[in-house]
């Protein structure tokens, strides 16, 4: 036995393993990290259109016909037929309170306009 083979001699129980990487006892120093998984393509979320000649009383998502951008609505409550007519009908049943319609948000028209370019979208009449 050479010198060298007496100084790297594992002691009885260790095992000995080769810089081969054909032997069967082959253990890197450095082990390879594992395969990192493909990142899955993008889908691009749609959110669900409204219909703009059936627009809701609330902010909606839906495609700008004036800039082609699928935003979500600006609205602003204005009064309108059915807030009249519900304080005229107020106040011929009770006077003192013909004023409720006028401040109620329910009874108002709901106005829809586009956040991005400002323009007028539809609107949804409280009548409806």
């Given amino acids: 036995m050479s010198e060298k083979e007496k100084l790297y001699t594992p002691t009885k129980g260790y095992t000995t393993f080769t810089s081969n990487p054909n032997n069967p006892d082959y253990q890197p120093l450095h082990p390879q990290p594992p395969p990192q ?3 899955r393509p993008l889908h691009h979320f749609q959110p669900p259109v409204a219909d703009p000649t059936n627009l809701p009383k609330r902010p909606a998502t839906l495609r700008c016909p004036y800039c082609q951008v699928s935003v979500i609505t600006n609205v602003k409550y204005r009064r309108g037929l059915a807030t009249y007519a519900l304080a005229a009908f107020t106040c011929v049943v ?6 409720v319609p006028l401040v109620v948000k329910s009874t108002r028209d709901v106005i829809h306009t586009c956040p991005r370019c400002g323009q007028y979208i539809g609107r949804h009449d409280a009548c409806s």
């Fill in 37 to 39: 998984p493909q990142p």
């Fill in 94 to 99: 009770c006077l003192p309170f013909f004023w």
